[in-house]
C-alpha cells in the first residue's frame, strides 16, 4: 500500500518565479494537509483541504494557495517566490472520520535563489 | 507565539542509556499530543502518541509521560540504539472544533546515540 507520494523531490526556483508541488494522499484517506518545514525546525501548518476546499489556513500569505481534486490528490502553488520560501514542503493526509495522526510524504525540498 | 515548546535542542546518548525529550505546551484544549520521528531526507513518522485521559503510554522501548496539570509531556527512549538516531518532534493538536486535525510542533530535538 503506497503511502503520502510527493512530487517533486527536489526543485530549484528563482525569486519571483511561481511553484506547483504535487501530493497523492495514503489510500482510503481523503483530507490532505500541507506544512513548511525550515531547515532545523518545525513543521508550520500551512492549510488542510477536505471536500476539495481548503477548510482551514495556517499563518502563510496569500501567495500560498492550494488545490484539492475529486481524487483526493493536492497541489500546493507558491507565487512571487521569495528566498525565504526554501523548505521542505510536506503534505500530510488523514482519514476525516475519526482522528489520529498524520501520515507524511517525503517532501520536496525547494530552494529558492 | 510558540504553542509547543520543546527541549532539549540536541542530545547525545550513549548506546544502551535512556533518552528523555521533554515539550510543554500551552492551549488546554489541546487534546491529542503525538511524537514524530524524522530521519534526514524523510518525513515525520509517527512513532507514538496520547491523550489527556491517561498520565503515560508505552510501545517497546518508547514511552510517553503526561503530566496534564503542568502542560508538559514528554518521550523516553529507553535501551537507546545507534538507529534511533534521528531528529524528534512533538505536536499538539485538538480533536473538535475549528482547529481539528491542524497540529502545532515543537522544533525538534536532534539525538546521535553513540555506539
Known amino acids: 500500500d503506497a503511502g503520502v507520494t510527493q512530487s517533486p523531490t527536489h526543485l530549484i526556483k528563482t525569486r519571483g518565479q511561481q511553484v506547483t508541488l504535487r501530493c497523492s494522499p495514503k489510500s482510503g484517506h481523503d483530507t490532505v494537509s500541507w506544512y513548511q518545514q525550515a531547515l532545523g525546525q518545525g513543521p508550520q501548518f500551512i492549510f488542510q483541504y477536505y471536500e476539495e476546499e481548503e477548510r482551514q489556513r495556517g499563518n502563510f500569505p496569500d501567495r500560498f494557495s492550494g488545490h484539492q481534486f475529486p481524487n483526493y490528490s493536492s497541489e500546493l502553488n507558491v507565487n512571487a517566490l521569495l528566498l525565504g520560501d526554501s523548505a521542505l514542503y510536506l503534505c500530510?493526509?488523514?482519514?476525516?472520520?475519526?482522528?489520529?495522526?498524520?501520515?507524511f510524504g517525503s517532501g520536496t525540498r525547494l530552494t529558492v535563489v | 507565539q510558540q504553542q509547543v515548546k520543546q527541549s532539549p535542542q540536541s542530545l547525545i546518548v550513549q548506546k544502551g542509556g535512556i533518552s528523555i525529550i521533554n515539550c510543554a505546551y500551552e492551549?488546554?484544549?489541546?487534546?491529542?499530543f503525538p511524537w514524530y520521528q524524522q530521519f534526514p531526507g524523510k518525513g515525520p513518522a509517527l512513532l507514538i502518541a496520547?491523550?489527556?485521559?491517561?498520565s503515560e503510554k508505552k510501545e517497546g522501548r518508547f514511552t510517553i509521560s503526561f503530566n496534564k496539570s503542568a502542560k508538559q509531556f514528554s518521550l523516553h527512549i529507553m535501551d537507546s540504539q545507534p538507529g534511533d538516531s534521528a531528529t524528534y518532534f512533538c505536536?499538539?493538536?485538538?480533536?473538535?472544533?475549528?482547529?481539528?486535525?491542524?497540529?502545532?510542533f515543537g522544533s525538534g530535538t536532534k539525538l546521535n546515540v553513540k555506539p
Open positions: 505536536a499538539a493538536s485538538m480533536s473538535a472544533g475549528h482547529n481539528f486535525n491542524k497540529f502545532y
Open positions: 492551549n488546554t484544549a489541546f487534546d491529542y
Open positions: 500530510a493526509s488523514t482519514p476525516d472520520e475519526g482522528f489520529g495522526g498524520y501520515t
Open positions: 496520547i491523550r489527556p485521559d491517561v
